[in-house]
Each structure stands twice: as C-alpha cells, then as structure tokens.
C-alpha cells in the first residue's frame, strides 16, 4: 500500500505523461496527411487532456499541486524508440504511440493494485486504463492494416 505522499508522487508522474501525450498525439495529428488517423489522433489527444484534468483534480483534491515534470516520453522510449520516431512514416509514429500506451497501461495497472482502499483513486485510474487500452487496440489495428497493405504493394 502507498502513503499519500507517494500517491501524489505516482499521480505527478501520471499527470507529465499524460500532458506529454496531449502535446504528442496533437503535433501528430498536425503531421499525417490520412485524414481519418488525423482525426482519431486529434480525439486521443482531446481524450489524454481529459486524464490530465482528472488527474490534476484528483492531485488538488489531495491538498497538493499538479507539477509537470517536463519529458516523460523520452526515457521512455530509450534508444529503441528514439530509432523508431526518427524513421519517417505513419507506421513508425503509430508504433512509437503504442510503446507510450503500453507503458502507460502497464503503470496505471500496477499503480490500481496499489490504492485499493481509496475506491474514487481505483476507478478513476481504471477509467484511464480503458482508455489506454482502447487507443492501443487502434492504434495496433492500424498498424496491421498499413504493414499488410504495404506487404501486398510489394508483391506485385
Ligand atoms: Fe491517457
Ligand atoms: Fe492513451
């Protein structure tokens, strides 16, 4: 079980990653010429501002203040992602987006078996969870559809 001091600490981190994502996903949203992953990375990042206000309330409702800790994404991604993001194309960013999902959801589960007793905190943090979940299925699906696509525009 986490203190409140650590929560605070935990939900800090959670609230970076998740302005981190708003910036990314709406840059990327600028980026792409297919209309239809533009959009869907436009309501990811309108989605990743909604955890960022749940999250800063759920900091001030604990009598502390929401800190951004600046990147979050890069020590995320390490060399591995780093290599990703610098090739060009629609296919990497989406995977790049899926290793931050991955990271996310793996955290918020972890954080969720953590604060059992505040059952507000547990179904918020499930809430954002969801979500996560939500966008990596999208995104992976994409990603499958591209690659399958770019397979067969190969072969002929
Ligand atoms: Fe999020
Ligand atoms: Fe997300």
Redesign the pocket.
């Known amino acids: 079980m986490m203190d409140s001091e650590e929560i605070v600490a935990k939900l800090n981190w959670f609230y970076s990653l ?1 302005l981190n ?1 708003v910036n990314l996903y709406m840059a990327q949203s600028k980026q792409v010429e297919d209309l239809y992953i533009s959009k869907v990375l436009e309501r990811a990042s309108y ?2 501002q909604q ?1 960022v206000d749940n999250i800063a309330a759920q900091i001030k409702k604990m009598g502390s203040t929401p800190t951004h800790l600046g990147d979050i994404i890069s020590p995320i991604l390490g060399k591995t992602g780093g290599n990703i993001a610098s090739l060009f194309g629609v296919v990497p960013l989406l995977k790049v987006d899926i290793l931050l999902e991955q990271k ?1 959801m793996s955290d918020y589960k972890d954080f969720i078996s953590q604060v059992e007793q505040d059952s507000e905190l547990w179904s918020l943090l499930w809430s ?1 969870l969801i ?2 979940d939500l966008h990596t299925s999208w995104f992976s699906s994409k990603v499958q559809e591209l690659e399958c696509r770019m397979q067969k525009e190969k072969e002929r």
Do not use: T, Y
């Open positions: 998740e994502q989605i990743e955890h996310a954002n979500d996560e």
